[in-house]
């Protein structure tokens, strides 16, 4: 995807997430990790880090230097979703307590994605 399919697709996304109701927990991780991705491949074809056609798509398939390279480019961003996607086990495949705040965690990662993403350079 180009730059410009990722941003529209982050946003579609979030206006989906912004239906989810608190108790909704497994859609708000996994909406979180998927805007996030989508934020994170756009900023990343932008600073031209990473070429259309070679996004991420978990950051837990990456090659450890892959991941060393794009946490360079930009540690935060991926380092916030790495974060999201291991929320995804315990709260979306599974039934630990706490998903609610788990949750409530991933959304404020993705905020900060999303913060970084769109602010101008």
Known sequence: MHTDQHLAAAERIERSLRKCAPEDVEMRIEAAMLAGTHWLNAILHRRAV???GNDVFHTYLLTVNEYRRLC????EMVLALSEIEDLRPPY???NHEG???AADRANALLAAIRKKATSHE
């Open 50 to 52: 990473t070429q259309p």
């Open 72 to 75: 360079v480019a930009d540690e």
């Open 92 to 94: 979306v495949r599974g």
């Open 99 to 101: 998903a609610q705040a």
